[in-house]
T-cell receptor, first 112, second 114 residues
Framework: AQSVTQPDIHITVSEGASLELRCNYSYGATPYLFWYVQSPGQGLQLLLKYFSGDTLVQGIKGFEAEFKRSQSSFNLRKPSVHWSDAAEYFCAVNTGGFKTIFGAGTRLFVKA | SQTIHQWPATLVQPVGSPLSLECTVEGTSNPNLYWYRQAAGRGLQLLFYSVGIGQISSEVPQNLSASRPQDRQFILSSKKLLLSDSGFYLC?????????????FGEGSWLTVV
């Protein structure tokens, strides 16, 4: 069965520093891949998605993610973090049906 | 553009009481609809999904049920709440599976069972 792993439960970065959140999936073929962000007490907002083609995907709020087939990874990056980026981030995988599998999430803390 | 709304945003219910959470989608037709639950500090668990009016698929056995009386309306219900039903409930929708089944979420409903 497919699965999604976000190895880091929480990460702390300084404002202005770069960010990379890790995501690994388990699936025999290339799935559809997503990153979502959730602020406390709110729903999830789609940051970006990968279906096919260029393995570097640009999203909203200055985020990007890179699909690496050889590593079964889809890591999220941002060159310079802002205090408003503090939130929880979820990686998700869909293999073509109605079920999308979500990782357990990584909580991002931003220090001044 | 498409929007999704769910309500109430917050509710506190005693054990054994009924539950009704409602969700509506605007700006699209025949969406796939979903109910997820998010327990504190944990990921998202798919509870139900629906591909059309009256068509409900349940992913986990529980004392919750879902109904879809109209194309863009999805309701989560319970006849008798348990303490373990507490959590953050998210309604969501998606369009065609050919678009990778991209899911869009509502604002969420906090349920506390006391």
């Amino acid at each position: 069965a497919q699965s999604v792993t976000q190895p880091d439960i929480h990460i702390t970065v300084s404002e202005g520093a770069s960010l990379e959140l890790r995501c690994n999936y388990s699936y025999g073929a290339t799935p559809y891949l997503f990153w979502y962000v959730q602020s406390p007490g709110q729903g999830l907002q789609l940051l970006l998605k990968y279906f096919s083609g260029d393995t570097l995907v640009q999203g909203i709020k200055g985020f990007e993610a890179e699909f690496k087939r050889s590593q079964s990874s889809f890591n999220l990056r941002k060159p310079s973090v802002h205090w408003s980026d503090a939130a929880e981030y979820f990686c998700a995988v869909n293999t073509g049906g109605f079920k999308t599998i979500f990782g357990a999430g990584t909580r991002l803390f931003v220090k001044a | 553009s498409q929007t999704i709304h769910q309500w109430p945003a917050t509710l506190v219910q005693p054990v054994g009481s009924p539950l009704s959470l409602e969700c509506t989608v605007e700006g699209t037709s025949n969406p796939n609809l979903y109910w997820y639950r998010q327990a504190a500090g944990r990921g998202l668990q798919l509870l139900f999904y629906s591909v059309g009016i009256g068509q409900i698929s349940s992913e986990v056995p529980q004392n919750l049920s879902a109904s879809r009386p109209q194309d863009r309306q999805f309701i989560l219900s319970s006849k008798k709440l348990l303490l373990s039903d507490s959590g953050f409930y998210l309604c969501a929708w998606s369009g065609s599976l050919s678009s990778g089944n991209t899911i869009y979420f509502g604002e969420g409903s906090w349920l506390t069972v006391v």
